[in-house]
């Protein structure tokens, strides 16, 4: 038996575990106010934008159940991995079929990969989970139908923040003539946090406890979620181009992004694919997505 605890984790791969879900109408509305939208009515079979399926499946545990973060306790599914700081790292999907308000669906997650490493800052542990989501319009068996959606969604634990530890140097964003074809400057602030944190039943304080945030996990402010950037990167695009079926979509998140200034997402088309991009307020690269058009 491996004597390191975190390398021991590697136990967890294979896991699996199902969750099923119905598309209604009324997180498509809250999601489509909180981007600000026009009011639109969303009727029956109206498919999903790309990435709102996140709106779905939500990790429903009980209140005895959270953790000292807002996160549900360590264990269970997810393996329970001994350090404080977690992240979304990035995610990589397939859309293949459409999702439609209206559908019964079913996802299936199942941990890929459980991968540890060390860092400047100490060891970090990245845990990569597949889900595949499926849906019937027809009241078909939804377990037999084919994956609609395919993810991969990768996860990075850290030690707690200490002093005198060596951030990984910055990277500029792409700039120059022509390298940003569309832009947008999003100002964030406690009520859209608040909102998607609620949207997606996110109990993670990094997002909203400000306390908590700057005195236990020693960030400067509160954390914008990386879900919500790539929504608003993928939102960007739709803006743009809103007649494109979008085939598949990776995004990688570079460096944390904080409610304290505004920032900005950019994007240009080259061919058939996108390059997406978000930066703050200093021109640093926070994100770096890119999109396949049908």
């Known amino acids: 038996m491996d004597s390191d605890p975190l390398t021991a984790l590697r136990a967890w791969i294979g896991r699996s575990e199902t969750r099923s879900d119905f598309i209604g109408a009324t997180p498509v509305l809250a999601l489509q106010a909180t981007l600000d939208h026009p009011e639109r009515p969303v009727a029956k079979g109206t498919p999903l934008p790309p990435l709102w399926h996140w709106l779905y499946f ?3 545990h009980r209140q ?3 953790g000292p973060d807002g996160h549900p306790r360590r264990g269970g599914f997810l393996p329970p ?20 308000v209206g559908d019964a669906a079913e996802r299936r997650s199942t941990i890929a990969d459980v991968t540890v490493k060390d860092g400047r800052s100490g060891r970090l542990v990245f845990v990569k989970v597949r ?5 019937s319009a027809d009241g078909a068996d939804v377990a037999a139908a084919e994956p609609a959606i395919v993810e991969f969604h990768d996860i990075v634990y850290r030690e707690a923040k200490k002093a005198g530890d060596v951030e990984p140097p910055p990277q500029p964003a792409p700039t120059g003539a022509g390298q940003a074809g569309w832009q947008r400057t999003i100002v964030p602030d406690d009520v859209l946090l608040f909102r998607y944190s609620a949207l997606t039943f996110n109990g993670h304080r990094i ?14 402010g509160l954390v ?15 803006r743009n181009l809103p007649d494109a079926g979008v085939a ?25 694919e996108v390059k997406l991009w978000a930066e703050d307020h200093e021109g640093w690269l926070t994100m770096d997505a890119v999109a396949t058009l049908r």
């Not at 991995?81 to 439609?100: D, I, Y």
């Not at 608003?232 to 695009?237: F, N, T, Y």
């Open 131 to 135: 889900h595949e989501v499926r849906c």
């Open 248 to 272: 598949a979509f990776r995004f990688r998140a570079v460096r944390p992004t904080f409610d304290l200034h505004p920032f900005k997402v950019s994007g240009a088309r080259q061919g058939d």
């Open 58 to 60: 939500l990790p429903l």
């Open 224 to 238: 914008v979620h990386g879900p919500l950037i790539a929504t608003l990167l993928m939102d960007l695009l739709r």
């Open 207 to 220: 997002h909203y406890d400000r306390r908590y945030v700057t005195e236990v996990e020693g960030y400067p």
């Open 81 to 100: 991995v001994p350090l404080p700081r977690r992240m979304w790292a990035g995610s990589q999907f397939e859309f293949r079929l459409p999702l439609r």
């Open 64 to 66: 005895s159940e959270i």
